[in-house]
């Protein structure tokens, strides 16, 4: 047999080296996003309380930006084909018609739209798809009023020379309501288990807005024409 000619290797010091980084990751990163200090909310904060709460058995869509790097590193899942994104060149717009979508495939549990404000107003359209065949989509805007990716390559990578990034959005809840879909909108930390189970909780379509940190970044990320080995941390 060809596997009794190969040789066997030892790479535990090669392993040890991931979980040395990894352990300077958490502290650099991963600690303060889940747990942040300040008053101001983070992405990965809300995402931890979901967690919490779905016990990772909701199916999560995510629209295109920061938040969808957020989700799919720290939301939790129980089953396959419970995370549905557009991958590296999917398009702002995605989340909610795919949300409708993935309902009309798993009734039977919560289906939870995680979409930016950006991204949300390029296909609130479909709030009307809902209002007409009753999808019970759960719908979790987490806005920091930019288009956050972008904003953080110009922040990084061009001294904070701001274009054509800040969002002046509507009032997301009332427009929901205008389609017959209940809503609340949260800026406090105190008050964010509370409405997420109040979400989870409601029997039909719901839309609840977070305002997260307006610069708040995504880390780890690799730079334009760099290598993986100069991955940043911040």
């Keep these: 047999m060809l596997t009794e000619l190969i040789k066997k290797g030892n790479y535990d010091k090669w392993l040890q080296e991931f979980r040395t980084l990894e ?12 747990h942040p200090k300040g008053d101001i909310m983070t992405m990965g ?9 779905t016990g990772g058995d ?26 549905v994104t557009s991958g590296g060149l999917g398009t702002m717009g ?9 309902w009309y495939g798993t009734p039977h549990r919560d289906v939870i ?3 930016g404000d950006g991204g949300f ?6 709030l009307g798809t809902i209002m007409q065949f009753g999808a019970k989509v759960k719908i979790l805007i987490l806005n920091n009023q930019f288009l956050g990716m972008v904003r953080q390559w110009q922040q990084l990578f061009h001294d904070k020379r701001y274009s054509f990034v800040n969002i002046t959005s509507p009032d997301f809840v009332t427009v929901a309501k205008g389609y017959g879909i209940q809503g609340q909108k949260i800026s406090e930390r105190k008050d964010l288990k509370e409405a997420l189970q109040t979400m989870l909780n409601h029997d039909g379509a719901y839309l609840l807005e977070v305002m997260v940190g307006k610069e708040n970044n995504v880390f780890p990320m690799v730079a334009q024409g760099t290598s993986v080995s100069e ?3 911040k």
Excluded at 45 to 53: A, G, I
């Design 231 to 233: 991955i940043r941390l």
């Design 121 to 126: 107003q390029m296909t609130i359209q479909e």
């Design 113 to 115: 739209a995680i979409i």
């Design 94 to 102: 995605f989340g909610l018609p795919a949300a409708i979508g993935a």
């Design 58 to 83: 909701a199916v999560i869509v995510t629209d295109v930006g920061q938040h969808q790097m957020v989700t799919c590193r720290y939301a939790k899942f129980n089953q396959s084909k419970s995370n």
């Design 45 to 53: 904060e809300v995402v931890r309380v979901l967690n919490e709460l």
């Design 23 to 34: 352990q300077e990751e958490v502290k650099e990163v991963i600690h303060d996003e889940l």
